[in-house]
């Protein structure tokens, strides 16, 4: 009962932010996101019976008791579906320096869902194993699948219906992410919590809400027609519309540094000049500059120049998460 699955870390084009069940970690907005293929995670389950409890080891380090209970929760999960009551030791390596403040969890959790699903034999559809990885995490549901993934929100109280998909494979179009890293600092307020916080007590968030719907819609054409300048400017406005929210909740919630700002001016001066490249921001302060191929040299230059950025990593869009050993 022991495998080794990898998968690639995404980024969303189209946010998500809230939940509309914190319980079942079901969000409150559908979102839309590219896979990366330069950024993953290798994790291997072996429910082996050897154990009086859960062992969770990240980059060959045990883990804190937090991260262990988020995991071990998540492998209960699994345990109660497949009728099997061992524990399991878990291997989980990041192949880009955890250092580098990255969000992790989404690969992290699409990973360990795959691993712990095939060890623990679980007879289940591409769908209910993006269920799975939701209840993880909301973005590890999408980095089940390469290419460009849309993860529905959902109607169902159960969840069921809340699952991501692919929506084209990463041959569909050739997209470049170049990740500008400002900060190698853990965040103080991780998305769990920030998104909560904004929807007790932002205004907006209602709004924000509605106004998911037609983003969605518009960035779905941008991806059909393959307009590079329409899929560039609704990940903009789908970004700045959530750091918008996240700084009306009450305390503000700013994820960004001076130089995330300055990337940002950056990257509108280059598309000024000419050169085509775009920006998305998470819940941190990197900054993450979309472009095609032809402008990736460029924007490297750029975003290198930035004062503050400490480096640049650059990737092409990644594969579905996939078994590496044990049983396929
Ligand atoms: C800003 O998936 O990390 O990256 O479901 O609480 O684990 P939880 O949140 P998480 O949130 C991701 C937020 C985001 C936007 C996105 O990836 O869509």
């Given at each position: 009962m022991k495998i080794t699955a990898r998968a690639c870390s995404n980024i969303a084009l189209i946010k998500y932010w809230g939940k509309r069940d914190t319980h079942l970690n079901l969000p409150a907005v559908g979102s839309i996101s590219v896979t990366l293929n330069d950024l993953h995670t290798t994790t291997t389950v072996d429910f082996n019976g050897q154990y009086n409890n859960d062992q969770l080891f990240l980059n060959?380090?045990?883990?804190?008791?937090?991260?262990?209970?988020?995991?071990?929760?998540?492998?209960?999960?699994?345990?109660?579906?497949?009728?099997?009551?061992?524990?399991?030791?878990?291997?989980?390596?990041?192949?880009?320096?955890?250092?580098?403040?990255?969000?992790?969890?989404?690969?992290?959790?699409?990973?360990?869902?795959?691993?712990?699903?095939?060890?623990?034999?679980?007879?289940?559809?591409?769908?209910?194993?993006?269920?799975?990885?939701?209840?993880?995490?909301?973005?590890?549901?999408?980095?089940?699948?390469?290419?460009?993934?849309?993860?529905?929100?959902?109607?169902?109280?159960d969840g069921s219906d809340s699952f991501a998909f692919q929506l084209y494979p990463k041959d569909y179009w050739d997209l470049r992410l170049l990740i500008a890293v400002t900060s190698t600092d853990k965040k103080k307020?991780?998305?769990?919590?920030?998104?909560?916080?904004?929807?007790?007590?932002?205004?907006?968030?209602?709004?924000?809400?509605?106004?998911?719907?037609?983003?969605?819609?518009?960035?779905?054409d941008a991806l059909k027609s393959r307009d590079f300048q329409k899929l560039g400017e609704l990940s903009e406005l789908s970004c700045?519309?959530?750091?918008?929210?996240?700084?009306?909740?009450?305390?503000?919630?700013?994820?960004?540094?001076?130089?995330?700002?300055?990337?940002?001016?950056?990257?509108?001066?280059?598309?000024?000049?000419?050169?085509?490249?775009?920006?998305?921001?998470?819940?941190?302060?990197?900054?993450?500059a979309i472009c095609e191929p032809d402008s990736v040299a460029e924007a490297r230059a750029a975003l290198e120049q930035i004062p503050g950025v400490k480096n640049v990593i650059s990737t092409a869009l990644g594969d579905d998460a996939e078994i590496l050993e044990g049983n396929k």
């Open positions: 060959g380090r045990r883990s804190g008791p937090e991260e262990t209970t988020r995991v071990s929760a998540f492998l209960d999960r699994i345990r109660r579906r497949a009728g099997i009551k061992k524990y399991a030791l878990v291997e989980s390596e990041n192949n880009f320096p955890t250092a580098a403040g990255l969000a992790s969890s989404a690969s992290a959790f699409a990973a360990l869902s795959l691993a712990a699903a095939k060890a623990a034999r679980l007879e289940i559809s591409e769908s209910e194993l993006s269920v799975l990885a939701r209840l993880g995490s909301g973005s590890a549901a999408r980095s089940l699948f390469g290419g460009f993934v849309e993860m529905k929100q959902g109607e169902k109280d307020i991780g998305s769990t919590d920030g998104m909560k916080l904004s929807k007790e007590t932002s205004p907006y968030y209602n709004q924000w809400v509605a106004s998911s719907h037609g983003d969605l819609t518009d960035m779905r700045l519309k959530m750091h918008a929210l996240a700084l009306s909740a009450n305390p503000g919630l700013l994820y960004w540094n001076g130089a995330t700002v300055e990337g940002i001016h950056r990257i509108r001066a280059l598309r000024r000049q000419g050169i085509e490249v775009y920006f998305t921001i998470d819940a941190g302060p990197q900054l993450k």
